[in-house]
Antibody, heavy 126, light 111 residues
Framework: EVQLVQSGAEVKKPGESLKISCKASRFAFNNYWIGWVRQMPGKGLEWMGIIYPDDSDTRYSPSFQGQVTISADKSLSFAYLQWSSLQASDTAIYYC???????????????????WGQGTTVTVSS | QSALTQPASVSGSPGQSITISCTRSSSDIGDYKYVSWYQQHPGKAPKLMIYDVSNRPSGVSDRFSGSKSGNTASLTISGLKAEDEADYYCSSYTTSSTLGLFGGGTKVTVL
């Protein structure tokens, strides 16, 4: 089964750094855009950014540019989302997502995510 | 500033059809062709229901259909079932500005 398995819940203090992970299995990780989506408590979805693991091409939502770093290790099929200094407003569920492809060769970015991780809950509180 | 506006809630009785709208507020974000729709049940990860305005991924029921007219995209659920009760989100991506957005979400209630 195609899967994205994310790292476990985190509880951090404001100002701390954090890196959460997402392990892909049973698909060609290097050749799919992989993204991150935030969902704050009781709120809607927010697209944060995507990365193409094969060449590390990364696109950020303007709302998250400079606030987080998205990276990938194509040899291990891992994607990462990291913060250098967390704030209470970063408290949310973070989903790792695979970007949908219409064909094997399709590289169009359309913000259509067909595989979702289980979500990583990040709580930032003093 | 661009935004995607959805109604907060839509309801219908079993067997009926309902339509959820998704209206973009800005005119500077391309031709609005990359519109997707997601279903999210409480406590679960979202599920892709529609991509590219009107296409269904494999495995999605044909009771779900998408369309677009001008700046408004729509998701129609036909033959409403209790299991369709969930939150629904539209999304849009514009290649010219690398701008990706989700709508605020619509809660669908099956009466």
């Amino acid at each position: 089964e195609v899967q994205l398995v994310q790292s476990g819940a985190e509880v951090k203090k404001p100002g701390e750094s954090l890196k959460i992970s997402c392990k892909a299995s049973r698909f060609a990780f290097n050749n799919y855009w992989i993204g991150w989506v935030r969902q704050m408590p009781g709120k809607g979805l927010e697209w944060m950014g995507i990365i193409y693991p094969d060449d590390s091409d990364t696109r950020y939502s303007p709302s998250f540019q400079g606030q987080v770093t998205i990276s990938a290790d194509k040899s291990l099929s891992f994607a990462y989302l990291q913060w250098s200094s967390l704030q209470a407003s970063d408290t949310a569920i973070y989903y790792c997502v695979r970007h949908f492809k219409t064909t094997m060769y399709d590289s169009t970015i359309r913000l259509a995510f067909d595989v979702w991780g289980q979500g990583t809950t990040v709580t930032v509180s003093s | 500033q661009s935004a995607l506006t959805q109604p907060a809630s839509v309801s219908g009785s079993p067997g009926q059809s309902i339509t959820i709208s998704c209206t973009r507020s800005s005119s500077d974000i391309g031709d609005y062709k990359y519109v997707s729709w997601y279903q999210q049940h409480p406590g679960k990860a979202p599920k892709l229901m529609i991509y590219d305005v009107s296409n269904r991924p494999s495995g999605v029921s044909d009771r779900f259909s998408g369309s677009k007219s001008g700046n408004t995209a729509s998701l129609t659920i036909s033959g409403l079932k209790a299991e369709d009760e969930a939150d629904y989100y539209c999304s849009s991506y514009t290649t010219s500005s690398t701008l990706g957005l989700f709508g605020g979400g619509t809660k669908v209630t099956v009466l």
